[in-house]
């Protein structure tokens, strides 16, 4: 349950780009664009930050480590013919029903952490944000990695059911009802926007 937002809260949306969004997801993700559509325009609307991340990991170090299951390119040059390919379908592009505009905060991660080197929490503090509003794709791993380090940082969390998804069904779950309420509070879109106007 969503108790109140904080008079300067960002919010955050992870990965909702092309290459993720056309996943297969345990949501339809024409539904997660829509609420996450909506959240834009409203904190556009009360002037808050909106903070637009996607992810690029080719060649990150966290590629290159021993995994069970990784489909990840390893040399410089399969990593090189993944970019071309990728950066020609508009993998990396964040999808146009986004409402997002230039005066946005733009942040490309390489792994799941969007604090992980980058700019995020200077962004953040600049604007002397105290909470986080998250949604996006995919919510045990880009979002939830995120939020572990938010909530280590000390940020008021907010998480939106309907404006996030997974790739699996039992991962999502997992996060809203084992970890999500331990760093934070969940709520729907409709409950987001009504607590937007209550924190004035």
Do not use: C
């Amino acid at each position: 349950m969503i108790t109140q937002l904080d008079p300067v809260t960002a919010l955050v949306l992870i990965d909702l780009q092309k290459g993720i969004v056309n996943l297969p997801t345990a949501h339809p993700s024409a539904e997660i664009v829509k609420h996450s559509a909506l959240l834009v325009q409203a904190f556009h609307q009360y002037n808050l930050p909106v903070v637009v991340v996607n992810v690029n990991p080719l060649g990150a170090a966290w590629t290159l480590t021993r995994v069970e299951t990784s489909t990840a390119p390893r040399d410089e040059h399969s990593i090189q013919q993944a970019r071309t390919a990728m950066e020609a379908s508009g993998f990396f592009t964040i999808v146009p029903e986004l409402p997002v505009i230039p005066e946005d905060v733009y942040i490309t991660k390489q792994g799941w952490n969007a604090f992980f080197q980058t700019r995020l929490n200077d962004e953040l503090q600049k604007r002397k944000v105290t909470g986080i509003v998250f949604a996006g794709i995919a919510t045990s791993v880009g979002i939830e990695s995120t939020a572990r380090e938010a909530n280590m940082r000390g940020y008021n969390l907010t998480f939106v059911s309907d404006a996030m998804t997974d790739l699996q069904l039992d991962a999502y779950l997992n996060s809203f009802k084992n970890i999500f309420p331990r760093i934070g509070e969940t709520g729907t879109t409709i409950e987001v926007l009504g607590k937007l106007n209550d924190r004035i």
